[in-house]
């Protein structure tokens, strides 16, 4: 079966203050700071972030969800190497303000922390 490549992240020079986040369990790198496009999100264990990208992910099949914005269908986002559940991808969304979500990311506060 081999070894899977993972991606590790560095912040450029330019971006000052940028920080690499990994998965709070094995420190694996998933996205960088100023890949974030809000703060104002909350999941499961509390705050949640909505990012433009990640890397070093899995993801789970497609589902509708009802959330507090209405219906979206979502995957499930597990870390690659060590498979915690760490938020989710929207898809799709049903409703035309939250098309904006359609692509992104939320990663859960509570399941990553700054590497680097």
């Not at 909505?50 to 507090?68: C, I, K, Q, W, Y």
Request: glycine letters at 10%.
């Amino acid at each position: 079966m081999g070894l899977k490549h993972r991606e590790y992240l560095a912040v450029p020079a330019t971006a000052a203050g940028g920080k690499v986040l990994g998965c709070k369990r094995c420190r694996t790198h998933l996205t960088t700071s100023e890949q974030i496009v809000s703060k104002n999100f909350n999941g499961q264990h509390g705050r949640a972030y909505l990012f433009t990208s990640v890397v070093n992910v899995a993801l789970g099949p497609p589902e509708d969800r009802s959330m507090t914005t209405g219906l979206h269908t979502v995957r499930d986002v597990m870390c690659a190497k060590c498979g915690e559940t760490l938020g989710w991808k929207y898809d799709r969304a049903y409703e035309a303000t939250q098309k904006y979500k359609e692509g992104k990311y939320i990663l859960e506060r509570a399941m990553w922390t700054e590497v680097q």
